[in-house]
């Protein structure tokens, strides 16, 4: 189906249809379901090669699929016609690690997808960047260069120059692994700020704290497929697969 919703009016912002990826013999993604709606934050969970940082990079045409379909917005971007340049301008991405232009200030590092891809006058990007900086709370070292700043400080700086371009679709890869723990907080905080503005996200954690609270829907995933999805209280409260009962009881303290 490449359906709209429930009022036909939007369609889901991402539909992930039976998508499989192998590399070499190994299966990788094994028929993944996932439907994203307009303002919706889904949090992927999973251990450690269960294939969530491939699952996203499909989502972003780093990685082709083998089988199944993507939507973005209604409009199939695995067909082979897709310009990846043009949907990968439709979807902001954040990675592990920050991924700064150490040689350029923080302020042209949060504009410059705005000037080089969507050819924003100057003037224009740094008015809207530094509108983003405010309100990360970081305004202050828009000159400055990332070395200057803490590491919580320049995944921030990251996130603000993922969105700055509007895009339809966030993309967080374990944004917070490479992080002090004492910083994750500040990152949490930035995430539930975006969702309340209305962002759709979809994230993949080991840090439960943001399945717990920025999740819409928790999905748990293992060698590939989806075990289960629902709410953070069902997943975290009353998971109905023993697969996921395992998993969470595993970590140190899923509740944390
Ligand atoms: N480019 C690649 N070539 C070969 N194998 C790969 C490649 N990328 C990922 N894999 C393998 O695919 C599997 C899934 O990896 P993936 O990074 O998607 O898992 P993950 O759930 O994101 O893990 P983590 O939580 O450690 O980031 C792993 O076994 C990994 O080694």
């Known amino acids: 189906m490449t359906g709209t919703d429930a009022a036909g009016a939007r369609p889901p912002v991402l539909e992930l249809q039976s998508v499989h990826k192998r590399f070499g013999e190994q299966a990788v993604l094994r028929g993944i379901d996932l439907v994203v709606a307009p303002h919706e934050v889904v949090v992927l969970i999973g251990a450690s090669g269960s294939g969530k940082s491939t699952l996203l990079k499909t989502v972003n045409l780093l990685e082709q699929v083998d089988d199944g379909r993507i939507l973005l917005s209604g409009e199939d971007i695995t067909d082979p016609r897709t310009n990846a340049d043009a949907v990968r301008a439709r979807i902001g991405v954040v990675f592990q690690h920050y991924n700064l232009f150490p040689h350029m200030s923080v302020l042209d590092n949060v504009t410059l997808a705005a000037r080089q891809v969507a050819r924003t006058p100057r003037a224009e990007a740094e008015a809207t960047g530094l509108a983003l900086l405010t309100r990360i709370g970081l305004a202050e070292k828009a000159g400055e260069y990332p070395d200057r700043l803490s590491g919580g400080q320049q995944q921030r700086v990251a996130i603000a120059r993922a969105i700055a371009t509007d895009p339809e679709l966030l993309?967080?890869?374990?944004?917070?692994?490479?992080?002090?723990p004492q910083l994750v907080g500040e990152v949490l905080d930035l995430v539930r700020e975006l969702k309340a503005a209305g962002s759709t996200i979809v994230m993949a954690t080991h840090e439960m704290s943001f399945a717990r609270r920025v999740a819409d829907r928790v999905v748990y995933m293992k060698d590939g497929v989806v075990v289960e999805a629902?709410?953070?209280?069902?997943?975290?409260?009353?998971?109905?697969?023993?697969?996921?009962?395992?998993?969470?009881?595993?970590?140190?303290?899923?509740?944390?």
Do not use: C, H, V
């Open 171 to 180: 993309l967080l890869d374990e944004i917070t692994s490479a992080l002090d």
């Open 230 to 256: 629902g709410a953070p209280e069902q997943i975290f409260g009353d998971p109905q697969r023993a697969e996921t009962r395992e998993f969470l009881s595993r970590l140190q303290d899923p509740f944390a």
